[in-house]
């Protein structure tokens, strides 16, 4: 966790975007997940599934920031590209999606960790009758 802020910093585009997309994609080339076919979609707010962090990032030159992590200087230099980085975005997120019937799947979890020492991401796909049909690590 101590790089989390160049990381943050390399990874400008946010957390979904970054990692769980892959998931995602997948859910909607493999298993029909569509915005017409959602029926709901659930964030896991427990703080060990799902954490929004700010860091701050003392590195030179501008590097990093923008896209889906908001970001803003400490202190401002001269201009926009001086002092410290700090940067806002998820270190973990967990989110399940509900399909309406009828459909391949019913449920599908979506975890994704930047913080993780072994799988970054992953998705688990239930049928109706909450039996796993299968799992897509990253």
Request: charged fraction near 20%.
């Amino acid at each position: 966790a101590a790089d989390l802020p160049e990381v943050f910093a390399r990874n400008a585009e946010g957390m979904i975007k970054s990692m769980a997309v892959h998931e995602l994609a997948l859910l909607v080339s493999f298993f029909g997940v569509t915005v017409e076919s959602t029926e709901r979609f659930l964030a896991n707010t427990n703080k060990n599934k799902t954490e929004k962090v700010t860091v701050v990032w003392n590195y030179p030159n501008g590097v990093g920031g923008g896209g889906g992590s908001s970001s803003r200087r400490l202190n401002g230099g001269k201009d926009e590209n001086e002092g410290p980085l700090v940067l806002t975005d998820y270190s973990r997120v967990a989110f399940k999606i509900t399909t309406k019937q009828p459909t391949i799947a019913t449920t599908l979890t979506i975890e994704a960790n930047m913080c993780s020492s072994s799988t970054l991401s992953y998705a688990i796909v239930k049928d109706a009758q909450g039996n796993e049909l299968t799992r897509l690590e990253h």
